[in-house]
């Protein structure tokens, strides 16, 4: 994850699987570039939310082994 040069704070960060099963939570600084590691996530479409101070955001996040 990218936050470029802005700092939002702490970032609330989730996956879903594609029927609403949430596979994943953490709490990570808002700021600079982060890593999450999927690397035991099965090969599948999952939706990453993304939630700060400044609000939330979905995206579709596509795993390919």
């Known amino acids: 994850l990218d936050f470029g040069n802005k700092n ?3 970032a609330e960060v989730s996956f879903s ?3 609403g099963q949430t596979l994943f939570e ?3 600084p808002a700021s600079g570039k982060q890593t999450l590691d999927v690397s035991e996530f099965s090969k599948g479409i999952y939706f ?3 939630k700060t101070d400044s609000g939330v955001a979905t995206k579709n996040v596509v795993i390919a082994k």
């Open 8 to 10: 939002f704070g702490k």
């Open 17 to 19: 699987d594609i029927i």
């Open 26 to 28: 953490t709490t990570i």
């Open 48 to 50: 990453l939310k993304l």
